[in-house]
């Protein structure tokens, strides 16, 4: 379902590359410091259950077995952009390069 045409058509909306969205045009906080932006990113590290072969691959850096997750969200705090199933062993770099 999530890798469908009729999924994508009806939920996902990209935004235009050249309008600053109005979450930030009419908020002093923002404007006109983020006048370019469209949305802000963030990782997380989430517990995960895996098979005993893949442990040493999600082992993260504080010793959990985690994934990874990338997030993207627009300023009205609605997500435009998820990727997961990183290794919670991957760097940050290399799942940025991937999104």
Excluded at 42 to 62: C, E, I, N, P, W
Aim: with cysteine.
């Amino acid at each position: 379902m999530l890798i469908s045409k009729e999924f994508y058509a009806f939920y996902i909306t990209l935004p235009s590359p050249n309008k600053t969205p109005p979450e930030i045009c009419n908020n002093g906080r923002f404007f006109p410091w983020f006048a370019d932006c469209i949305s802000a990113i963030d990782g997380s590290l989430l517990d995960a259950f895996v098979a005993t072969g893949d442990m040493s691959r999600y082992h993260s850096q504080k010793g959990r077995i985690s994934t990874n997750l990338l997030a993207a969200c627009r300023f009205n705090l609605l997500f435009c952009y998820i990727l997961s199933s990183w290794e919670g062993s991957a760097a940050d770099g290399q799942v940025l390069d991937d999104a």
